[in-house]
């Protein structure tokens, strides 16, 4: 792919876009704070259009097995964009909805989204009325609030949710809170604000041993014995 040549045809196919293609395509209208579009922090406009072009060629290869023709493959940086708009774009197709920037939170759902705790930032999705009463639980807010009673009125009021969810786990560690989450069985995620320690990639082979010894608590806990303790041969070929 040619960067300086992101259009193959029509009026902008000299035009000089780059990655400057999330603005255009209209990805960047979706990204950020309501009122202060962003780009995304990759090069996502270039990363799927090379994916879309590699899926291009190997469909043309594998036709060309049946048919014995080839086949001219483009791919650009503007129909990546476009093609990756995923549920936004049906928003406005089958909705008629024109989507808008949500910041950390999920435009469909809620809580599903980042919220801060004492020392760090946490990502959790309540994707279901089940995970949203779970969440509930383990915040003490009331699951049944009119506010709050359903996904939609969720949604609706996603600023005011994520206020009070905010005020919950500001008074705890990230890590307190994951423990809860964890044990009540919302997904969630950390974003690494309250690390401390930070280590380098590891090297081949460096985390085997420890691998291999929770590997054998797991599979003595799907056991009818109790679980064994890892012994000194753990980290030995199997």
């Known amino acids: 792919m040619n960067d300086q040549t992101p259009h193959h045809d029509g009026p902008l196919s000299g035009h000089l876009v780059l990655d400057l293609a999330q603005g ?75 989507p808008r920037t949500t910041g950390n939170q999920h435009p469909a759902i809620a809580p599903y989204g980042l919220f801060r705790c004492a020392d760090g930032d946490l990502r959790l999705a309540a994707g279901s009325e089940s995970l949203w009463r779970a969440v509930a639980e383990v915040t003490g807010l009331d699951p049944d609030d009119p506010r709050y009673a359903g996904n939609a009125e969720r949604v609706r009021n996603r600023t005011e949710l994520a206020a009070e969810l905010e005020a919950v786990f500001s008074r705890g560690s990230a890590e307190q809170w994951i423990g809860r989450l964890d044990a009540a069985g919302v997904p969630w995620s950390f974003n690494g604000g ?45």
């Not at 990756?84 to 024109?98: C, D, L, N, P």
């Not at 929770?214 to 056991?223: N, S, T, V, Y």
């Not at 009818?224 to 199997?238: D, E, I, L, S, V």
């Open 24 to 98: 255009e395509g209209g990805l960047m209208s979706l990204t950020g704070e309501p009122g202060a579009p962003a780009k995304a922090g990759t090069p996502v406009a270039d990363l799927p259009a090379g994916i879309f072009g590699v899926s291009g060629v190997l469909a043309a290869l594998l036709e060309r097995q049946g048919t014995a023709r080839g086949r001219v493959v483009r791919t650009s940086l503007l129909s990546s964009m476009v093609g990756i708009h995923s549920f936004q774009g049906t928003r406005w197709t089958v909705a008629g909805e024109i």
């Open 194 to 238: 309250g690390r401390t320690r930070r280590l380098p990639p590891p090297t081949l082979g460096q985390h085997d041993r420890s691998v291999r010894d929770w590997q054998d608590l797991e599979d003595a806990a799907r056991d009818t014995g109790p679980a064994r303790a890892p012994t000194a041969t753990a980290g030995a070929p199997r």
